[in-house]
């Protein structure tokens, strides 16, 4: 007997919305900010990371501290929709490890900058 993983498709979707003021977006956005931050333990757990709790959770804050300033409403709304699917795409499982840790990135890897002599650039196989 094989175990079939059952989804619902329906679960944590949300219709789509166009805030009316700017203070409707911001409810919108801290919403969304929240969840994240409630889902960041199992999120961890689900996708078996091997990061502290801490860096998952400031990652959530640098990529919302990125788009702190927009102001245009219609953008609001297409950063908000964009973050809810990632959320429940993540969420639901319907995302890879590898999709996951494509977000930390610099956080994982030392810089990695090319070689200024010619024999480190040989050795590392670039030209």
């Known amino acids: 007997m094989s175990f079939v993983s059952q989804t619902k498709p329906t679960f944590l ?13 911001r409810t919108r956005a801290l919403k969304l900010y929240r969840s994240w931050q409630r889902q960041a333990p ?47 795409e993540t969420a639901n499982f319907w995302k890879q490890k590898t999709h996951v840790m494509r977000y930390f990135m610099k956080e994982e890897s030392p810089a990695r900058r090319l070689p200024d002599t010619f024999l480190g650039r040989f050795l590392e196989g670039k030209n």
Not at 13 to 25: D, E, I, N, Y
Not at 59 to 69: G, V
Request: net charge negative; aromatic share 8%; glycine share 4%.
């Open 13 to 25: 979707a949300q219709r789509t919305m166009q805030s009316g003021s700017h203070a409707v977006a």
């Open 42 to 88: 199992e999120i961890v757990s689900l996708y078996q990371l091997d990061l502290p709790l801490s860096t998952v959770r400031s990652k959530i804050r640098a990529e919302f501290e990125k788009h702190r300033f927009v102001e245009d409403l219609p953008v609001i709304d297409m950063l908000l929709f964009k973050g809810h699917s990632e959320y429940q």
